[in-house]
């Protein structure tokens, strides 16, 4: 059990190895991914600049399922704003407004329509900050300053017990590919 | 890559990634210049007298102000109206057309949307201040109280509640997902430690992983397919703060539709008014060219002439429903003693803009900067008109009166100015003016480079 623990903690993700190399323009980005992906190289991640599309094919990224917590969170707020409007209406406080019907359907709608709206949109910007891990204060792995700015970076994970030859195989991979300035980081 | 002969550039002169990130960051680099002094002050100044007519109005009660018994609505109203109007070019912008996939709009939607928040905090701040006792504001939203009582949920004042806040919150949310990219790039060419650190706390750790933007472009897509009926059922429920009523003038249904249109009508002229301005102060002609203010032109032109279509088809209706009262609210609009409101807001919102249809007029920076001016003017006179004329003569002769805003009122809307204003350039300042993000990602297909070489 002891001994297990002890493995487990050298095996943190962190002391992961990464080979970093830049693109300087997204169609040769995607000429080289294509052709690491040909040679069956796995890449870790691609960092750019601005949405390239076509990346989510190439890296394998699958389809964001943020649209459902949308959806659910969506009819969630609905169903509050009808609900309560309902009950306060006509169970707990019935307030007759010139001889109106309590349960008036139509005039509830203006405010279940914009819960709706609301709760919808601040789930799924609060799902989309937890699962890209992104909070005020985060402090980001920063491999190039450049590819926020005009760089497209690839990052290939190397393991730490991964040997001279295969890290140099991959630099290899990478440069046939075309890209440039390739380095090991650890 | 196919490229379009007849389209030109949206983007012009040539440029790289790194010279985009350059020329739109550089606002934000270096002491102001002379300009952004002189502005902030005047902007400032306004603010000073805002916050006196508020001082006035919350110490000594809305009997300041001009409105009376007859004319309960008057400035506070035609502001709100006003100034949510013009917010709503910023998500149309943002939302509508992203929906429509115009790549245009990826030069002016940053600044559009910010302009967005600030005017709708400017609009909040009528309602707010008309009530009077401005502690009790959070009597508008129905908590849990000693008094057991709920708010009316009837009541098309508090649908405006509820969806102007919502409007703020998704509109603030869909504007900072979309700055959080720009903001890790603001962070990673930051040259001094205390700057880095702000930027890397509001980046929230952006990184531009593969991963991240597909989220986030999924996200932003939603984000627009939400906010674009939200901001259509905006101005609707504004409208029916009028249009549920029985006032003469004001009970009409078109209103919503009418509302709308002259809501994002007012709000492209503003954008205009506020784009021409700063694109040549910041050094932003190559980013927001003749191109883009010829098509948000042309969107004046449809948006004003349905405004158009709309102040006529009230006056036939006022005529042909045979009601004494209509007809007279409306004769009394056009001929009665506001008539002089009444011709400046036709003049402005249907003649003007039909110049539009020259390209000539459409593609002329000044003139379209003089239009736009022309069509906020215009915009303002038509909530004024239809407020104050609707309500000063009503059922009763005896009760009719006039209206005339007091020293305070006016403080209280050029106190919006001000903020409105200082606001705005303290935005051009903190943060980047253009999503360099999004432009980027439309540079390749519709920069001048692959416009001039064609094929790849």
């Known amino acids: ?186 | 890559m196919y490229t379009s002969p007849l389209r030109e550039p949206l983007i012009r002169g040539n440029k790289n990634y790194k010279q985009v990130t350059d020329d739109i960051l550089a606002p934000m680099a270096g002491t102001p210049s002379k300009y952004w002094y002189i502005g902030i002050s005047i902007a400032g100044l306004g603010l000073l007298f805002g916050a006196w007519s508020t001082y006035i109005t919350v110490f000594y009660g809305i009997g300041e102000w001009g409105t009376n018994k007859t004319v309960g609505w008057a400035w506070d109203i035609t502001n709100f109206v006003w100034w949510v109007g013009i917010g709503h070019a910023g998500t149309f912008i943002s939302a509508i057309l992203l929906l429509f996939r115009q790549k245009w709009r990826t030069s002016i939607n940053r600044s559009a949307e910010a302009m967005t928040l600030i005017a709708v905090m400017c609009a909040g701040f009528f309602p707010l201040i008309h009530m009077g006792r401005l502690l009790l504001g959070f009597f508008i939203f129905p908590y849990p109280n000693t008094r057991l009582l709920w708010v009316n949920f009837n009541s098309p004042l508090l649908w405006d509640v509820f969806a102007i806040s919502t409007y703020f919150l998704v509109s603030l949310i869909f504007w900072y997902v979309g700055l959080i990219p720009d903001l890790g790039t603001v962070r990673d060419r930051a040259k001094t430690k205390i700057r880095k650190a702000i930027y890397g706390f509001l980046s929230f750790g952006w990184t531009g992983s593969a991963r991240h933007w597909s989220r986030h472009e999924t996200v932003s897509l939603i984000l627009a397919g939400l906010a674009a009926p939200l901001v259509l059922s905006v101005h609707t429920i504004v409208s029916f703060d009028f249009a549920t009523s029985v006032i003469p003038g004001w009970h009409t249904t078109i209103f919503p539709p009418y509302f709308v249109s002259g809501a994002v009508f007012s709000g492209f002229a503003m954008v205009l008014t506020l784009m021409i301005i700063s694109r040549k102060a910041l050094n932003l002609e190559d980013y927001i060219t003749v191109n883009h203010i010829e098509s948000m032109n042309k969107i004046i032109i449809l948006t004003g002439s349905i405004v158009g279509i709309a102040y006529l088809t009230e006056f036939f209706m006022a005529w042909y429903s045979g009601v004494e009262f209509e007809t007279y609210a409306f004769f009394n609009r056009a001929f009665g003693p506001y008539a002089w409101a009444y011709w400046i807001m036709m003049t402005c919102n249907v003649i003007t803009p039909q110049l539009f249809w020259f390209k000539k007029i459409r593609r002329s920076v000044l003139l379209t900067f003089i239009i736009s001016i022309f069509v906020n003017i215009g915009m303002w006179f038509e909530r004024f008109v239809i407020v104050v004329t609707s309500l000063h003569r009503d059922y009763l002769p005896s009760s009719w009166t006039m209206y005339r805003p007091t020293i305070v009122e006016v403080g209280l809307y050029v106190g919006t100015f001000g903020l409105f204003f200082t606001l705005f350039l303290l935005f051009i300042r903190v943060f980047p003016v253009i999503a360099i993000a999004e432009v980027k990602s439309v540079l390749k297909s519709s920069g001048e480079k692959t416009k001039t070489t064609g094929h790849e």
């Open chain 1, 1 to 186: 059990m002891y001994l297990n623990l002890q493995e487990k903690k050298q095996k943190l993700p962190d002391m992961n190895k990464y080979i970093t190399a830049y693109y300087m323009d997204e169609e040769d980005l995607m000429k080289g991914l294509r052709q690491m992906k040909a040679k069956g190289l796995k890449v870790s991640d691609v960092l750019t600049p601005f949405p390239v599309h076509g990346i989510d094919k190439v890296l394998e990224i699958p389809r964001s399922r943020l649209t459902r917590v949308g959806f659910i969170a969506g009819a969630v707020g609905a169903a509050v704003a009808f609900g309560f409007q309902a009950w306060v209406f006509t169970i707990d406080y019935p307030l007759n407004f010139g001889g109106k019907p309590f349960f008036s359907v139509p005039s509830f709608i203006p405010v279940t329509f914009e819960l709706t709206v609301l709760f919808a949109a601040f789930a799924m910007v609060i799902a989309l900050l937890i699962t890209n891990k992104l909070s005020p204060g985060t402090k980001p792995l920063i491999h190039d300053e450049r590819c926020t700015d005009d760089r497209f970076l690839v990052l290939v994970k190397v393991d730490d017990d991964s040997s001279d030859e295969s890290i140099s195989q991959i630099k290899l991979t990478l440069a046939e590919a075309g890209a440039e300035g390739i380095l090991l980081k650890a």
